[in-house]
């Protein structure tokens, strides 16, 4: 009777621990999936804020100097084309850049108020991006190795989490080497 009880004490111990390694491992994968939803969330929000401003700024560059809309022609449809939020970054980017090299070309926009504070405002909003974009790639490299490391990488297995592309879109686990592009 005591090799029965011995027994059932140690099977219903391990099966104890196994519980307790699959929830700390569970809610582990969970707690980088919710900061990683978060700052994705953060960025998009601040890519929308990003695009707001850059629109403003086209505007009173075109109020301010001789340049025509034309100019800005691949930018002016952002808003009702369907891409990611990668391809949307590097789109804002071009955009921002383009920005600063007629700030560069026309001195005189210099002087206007309303540029300067939107064109500062924006180079806040870019800090606070790479920040936000830095956060989001820590706990993407922080859940992909937890998907690849024992036991965790059986629960994500049965809970069908994927291993996440970091921010700049590139996925380090597939064959496609063209989205290595600076």
Do not use: C, W
Not at 55 to 68: A, G, P, R, S, V
Not at 107 to 130: C, G, H, M, Q
């Amino acid at each position: 009777m005591d090799n029965i009880i011995t027994i059932f004490l140690t099977v219903i111990i391990l099966l104890g621990i196994f519980g307790l390694i699959y929830i700390l491992s569970y809610n582990n994968l969970q707690a980088h999936k919710i900061k990683i939803n978060e700052a994705e969330g953060i960025i998009d929000e601040l890519l929308r804020k990003k695009y707001d401003l850059l629109e403003i700024l086209k505007q009173i560059i075109m109020d301010n100097t001789d340049i025509k809309e034309k100019t800005f022609e691949p930018f002016s449809k952002l808003r009702e084309v369907n891409i990611s939020s990668f391809d949307l970054e590097r789109k804002l980017t071009e955009y921002n850049n383009l920005i600063n090299q007629i700030k560069t070309d026309h001195s005189t926009l210099v002087d206007t108020e309303a540029f300067n504070d939107n064109f500062e405002e924006i180079y806040e909003l870019n800090e606070r991006l790479e920040a936000s974009k830095t956060f989001y790639n820590r706990y993407t490299s922080l859940l992909n190795k937890l998907i690849k490391r024992f036991p965790s990488n059986i629960i994500a297995k049965i809970h069908h989490i994927e291993v996440q592309t970091f921010f700049d879109g590139k996925n380090m686990f597939d064959e496609d080497k063209e989205d290595f592009k600076l």
